[in-house]
T-cell receptor
Framework: LAKTTQPISMDSYEGQEVNITCSHN???????ITWYQQFPSQGPRFIIQ???TKVTNEVASLFIPADRKSSTLSLPRVSLSDTAVYYC?????????????FGAGTRLFVKA | DGGITQSPKYLFRKEGQNVTLSCEQN?????MYWYRQDPGQGLRLIYY???????QKGDIAEGYSVSREKKESFPLTVTSAQKNPTAFYLC?????????????FGAGTRLSVL
């Protein structure tokens, strides 16, 4: 399974755009990139998933460069309620899609 | 209202006791998972099941056991062999066979040792 590296923590202010980058140098050809959000004492919640280029949904965008060795989760105009831990996961069925690895994640603190 | 239900929310275990954490889903998902989370840490996979009557060990299966007799249910037993069981336990489910399976999580069970 591809190992991922994320910053341990990030600070931001309300209304700003936040970009969290994840490195995954040994990503395999069939691997997908998935991001989750977790609030204290709750289970993680799926945010977005992508394979290449750019994916956008109602809460975030995911940017993946051509070499796919990294990805960036972009949260537009964050609010206090976006304070959470964000996890980047990489994998697919042929690398054990059922066997996922959640690293320590990135703790995002949004200040007023 | 579809989702994953974990119970109880809080659980206390005495020395030498086995305890069972419940996980039920009505999402019609084939795959189910159990994770352990320690304070300030990420999630670690205990067991996962791709289909009824089948399950595989994750990274930290020692001291735990599971069963998958029904599609909807995947109970986790924390045995007395697990010497440090205090943690936050999370159950998840997903559709099998789709990309890196998007997992849907329950609200968790917090287990403490008396």
């Amino acid at each position: 399974l591809a190992k991922t590296t994320q910053p341990i923590s990030m600070d931001s202010y309300e209304g700003q755009e936040v970009n969290i980058t994840c490195s995954h140098n040994n990503i395999a050809t069939n691997d997908y990139i998935t991001w989750y959000q977790q609030f204290p004492s709750q289970g993680p919640r799926f945010i977005i998933q992508g394979y290449k280029t750019k994916v956008t949904n109602e809460v975030a965008s995911l940017f993946i460069p051509a070499d796919r060795k990294s990805s960036t989760l972009s949260l537009p105009r964050v609010s206090l309620s976006d304070t959470a831990v964000y996890y980047c996961l990489v994998g697919g069925l042929d690398t054990g899609g059922f066997k996922t690895i959640f690293g320590a994640g990135t703790r995002l603190f949004v200040k007023a | 209202d579809g989702g994953i239900t974990q119970s109880p929310k809080y659980l206390f275990r005495k020395e030498g006791q086995n305890v069972t954490l419940s996980c039920e889903q009505n999402l019609n998902h084939d795959a189910m998972y159990w994770y352990r989370q320690d304070p300030g840490q990420g999630l670690r996979l205990i067991y996962y099941s791709q289909i009824v009557n089948d399950f595989q060990k994750g990274d930290i299966a020692e001291g735990y056991s599971v069963s998958r007799e029904k599609k909807e249910s995947f109970p986790l037993t924390v045995t007395s062999a697990q010497k440090n069981p205090t943690a936050f336990y999370l159950c998840a489910s997903s559709i099998a066979g789709k990309k890196l399976n998007i997992q849907y999580f329950g609200a968790g069970t917090r287990l403490s040792v008396l």
